[in-house]
């Protein structure tokens, strides 16, 4: 089944600083979500990608569909201290669920 | 829109009994509905999937008899986690995608709940 590599693993940084995470997969992939969690609870949507080369903003972050469709970035700029938590990436893994990578751990110092 | 809850936030119990945690999807219909389990410091590992009126589909190595799936509507699936034991002591998630009440819209993205910790003792 589809792999994905989520890299770094974890991230410490101060207010203030951008910070960017990747990930790749295995296989190609139609689809790319980044999610956030926070401590205690469930993932949340952050940024959904349908289309290679698609570069999409919200707020703060910006991700984009890498070229060869197996790969995807996200980008936070000018770090919060709420934006501490675990950014996950996420990509199909059958007909409609989903295989996540491992995640990034992001703390930001104030 | 595209809210999910969870009931119970939290539950401690003892081994040997059954918990039933419940998902609800509160603005749109859940076509299909997700299960989720995340140990500590780990991802998400999908359990099993489940599309309303039918049965569920497990993901290999999750026993169908200890964790009970129920989706008999569009709002609300159930997972039973029968006779637990301190091993199934984890972060249980449901996640759902559907059809947005009252209208043709639908997510291709997977909505999650706010997880359920439970402890079992």
């Known amino acids: 089944g589809q792999q994905l590599n989520q890299s770094p693993q974890s991230m410490f940084i101060q207010e203030g600083e951008d910070v960017s995470m990747n990930c790749t997969s295995s296989?190609?992939?139609?689809?790319w979500l980044w999610y956030k969690q926070e401590p205690g609870e469930g993932p949340v949507l952050l940024i959904a990608?349908?289309?290679?080369?698609e570069l999409t903003s919200n707020g703060r972050l910006t991700a984009q569909f890498g070229i060869t469709r197996k790969d995807s970035f996200l980008n936070i700029s000018a770090s919060i201290p709420s934006d501490v938590g675990i950014y996950f990436c996420a990509g199909p893994a059958g007909y409609s669920t989903l295989t996540f990578g491992k995640g990034t751990m992001l703390l930001v110092s104030p | 829109g595209a809210v999910v809850s969870q009931h119970p936030s939290r539950v401690i119990c003892k081994s040997g009994t059954s918990v039933k945690i419940e998902c609800r999807s509160l603005d749109f219909q859940a076509t299909t509905m997700f299960w989720y389990r995340q140990f500590p410091k780990q991802s998400l590992m999908l359990m099993a999937t489940?599309?309303?009126?039918?049965?569920?589909?497990?993901e290999q190595g999750v026993e169908k008899d200890k964790f009970l799936i129920n989706h008999a509507s569009l709002t609300l699936s159930t997972l039973t986690v029968t006779s637990a034991h301190p091993e199934d002591s984890s972060f249980y998630i449901c996640s759902a995608r559907g059809i947005l009440a009252g209208t043709a819209t639908s997510y291709n993205e997977q909505f999650f709940g706010p997880g359920t910790r439970l402890t079992v003792l």
């Open positions: 990608l349908y289309k290679a080369g």
């Open positions: 489940s599309n309303e009126g039918s049965k569920a589909t497990y």
């Open positions: 296989s190609i992939f139609n689809t």
